[in-house]
């Protein structure tokens, strides 16, 4: 295959990765080009393959998506399995992507610093399915009108459709495991629980 071949199956494959990406955030191509200060209808030509990607619109995309540049090219592989993939902070948050192909369940490491909360969470929903696993600290989760304090090495699955947040109480930082399908996949956890937990106060913990 000649260079301008390779080239082109490239630049060919990123109209397909753009559009991933943007429906995997729900996002609208009015709201992109809002973000991003392109049009919508040179993003539209971009993700159906009829306009050529400058790297000027590549950088804008890739920083819209808060993702890196070589996630939209899909640089051909070098034979390292290892990912290099930067993290980004997000609502006081720092995630850690564990994937980088856009589309799919996504995985996360997250690291959420201790809060005082001063006011009662406000859940959101959107569409998805997640699973989330604690590493260390504690993590107080609200799905809908229940409300839990997960410690060290228990395990949530929930709908996003269902309003829920989800935040640290403290004393000190806490990391998570988060996979997050964008369409609804639904992550299957086959370990049991031994016993119920007791639910705490429903204004939230101590």
Known sequence: MTDDATLDQVLGAVGPRLRALRQERGATLAQLAETTGISSSTLSRLESGQRRPTLELLLLLASAHQVPLDRLVDAPATGDPRLHLKPFERAGMTFIPL??????????????????????????????????????????????????????????????????????????????LSLYGPQGERMHVRAQPTTARPEPPSHGVD
């Open 99 to 176: 994937t980088k192909r856009p589309g799919g369940v996504q995985a996360f490491k997250q690291i959420l610093p201790p809060r005082n909360f001063d006011r009662e969470p406000e859940p959101k929903v959107h569409e998805g399915y997640e699973w989330m696993y604690v590493l260390s600290g504690r993590i107080r989760l609200v799905l809908g009108a229940r409300d839990f304090v997960l410690s060290a090495g228990e395990v949530a699955e929930f709908d996003t459709r269902v309003p829920h947040w989800f935040g640290n109480p403290g004393p000190g930082p806490a990391e998570l």
